[in-house]
C-alpha cells in the first residue's frame, strides 16, 4: 500500500530541473508532496486532489492523474536550497489511512 | 503557537527497559500520527488517532503502544526496548476536511538508540 517513487536518487546542477514520480497501486483520493532537509521534519509543499489537478508554487509544481493513479513533482530551475528529500503521500477513497512513499534524495550542486 | 512538540528529543534504551515519548500539540486537531523514519525505509506509520479516547494501528505497530486521553496529547509507548527499535521518531497531526485529509504538521523528531 506504501506507493512507489522514482527515482530513489537525483544529482542536479543549478538551474537544471527534475522529475519526481510517486505511483499508487490503490485508487487515489489525494497526493501530497513534502520535503524533509537533513536532520528536520517534513514539511508540507501542496496536496493535490483527484481530477488531474496541477498545483504549483514558485518553481515547484506538481500533476495528479488518477486515471494512473500517479502524481508527479516537477522542479524547475532548481536552486541549492531544493536539495532535500521529497515523499509523496497517498490517500486512498476507502479508509483514512496515509501513506508515504520511500522518498526520493535531490541534491542540488553548484 | 508551539506547533506540534516532541519530548524527549533524544534517548538511549537498554534492550528490554521501557520508555515513553509525548507528543504535543496546540492547533486543536483532531488526526495525529506516530512515524518511526529508517535509512531507505521512509516514513512508517506506527499507530495513529482520529480524536480523543481513540487509536488505532498503522503499517508498523508490533511492539508500541499508544494513548490519546488528551486531544492534544498523543503518547507512544515502547515496553520493552529492542535494538529494532533504534530510529526517529516524527509524530504529526492533521484535520479531515470534507473527507480529505489536510496538511500533516510534523514535530521536530526524537532520536530513539536502543543498545
Known amino acids: 500500500q506504501q506507493p512507489v517513487q522514482s527515482p530513489q536518487a537525483v544529482i542536479l546542477r543549478e538551474g537544471e530541473d527534475a522529475v519526481i514520480n510517486c505511483s499508487s497501486s490503490?485508487?487515489?483520493?489525494?497526493v501530497h508532496w513534502y520535503r524533509q532537509k537533513h536532520g528536520e521534519a517534513p514539511v508540507f509543499l501542496m496536496i493535490?486532489?483527484?481530477?488531474?489537478e496541477q498545483k504549483g508554487h514558485d518553481k515547484i509544481s506538481a500533476s495528479f492523474n488518477e486515471k494512473k493513479q500517479q502524481s508527479s513533482l516537477y522542479l524547475t530551475a532548481s536552486q541549492l536550497s531544493y536539495s532535500g528529500t521529497y515523499f509523496c503521500?497517498?490517500?486512498?477513497?476507502?479508509?483514512?489511512?496515509?501513506?508515504f512513499g520511500t522518498g526520493t534524495s535531490l541534491t542540488v550542486i553548484p | 503557537n508551539a506547533g506540534v512538540t516532541q519530548t524527549p528529543k533524544f534517548r538511549v534504551l537498554k534492550t528490554g527497559q521501557s520508555m515513553t515519548l509525548l507528543c504535543a500539540q496546540d492547533m486543536n486537531h483532531e488526526y495525529m500520527y506516530w512515524y518511526r523514519q529508517d535509512p531507505g525505509m521512509g516514513l512508517r506509520l506506527i499507530h495513529y488517532?482520529?480524536?480523543?479516547?481513540?487509536?488505532a494501528k498503522g503499517e508498523v505497530p508490533d511492539g508500541y503502544n499508544v494513548s490519546r486521553l488528551k486531544k492534544q496529547n498523543f503518547l507512544l509507548g515502547l515496553e520493552s526496548a529492542a535494538p529494532s527499535q533504534t530510529s526517529v521518531y516524527f509524530c504529526a497531526s492533521s484535520y479531515l476536511y470534507s473527507g480529505l485529509q489536510e496538511t500533516q504538521y510534523f514535530g521536530p523528531g526524537t532520536r530513539l538508540l536502543v543498545l
Open positions: 488517532s482520529v480524536g480523543e479516547g481513540t487509536t
Open positions: 490503490k485508487a487515489l483520493y489525494s
Open positions: 493535490l486532489l483527484k481530477g488531474g
Open positions: 503521500g497517498t490517500q486512498a477513497f476507502t479508509g483514512n489511512q496515509f501513506y
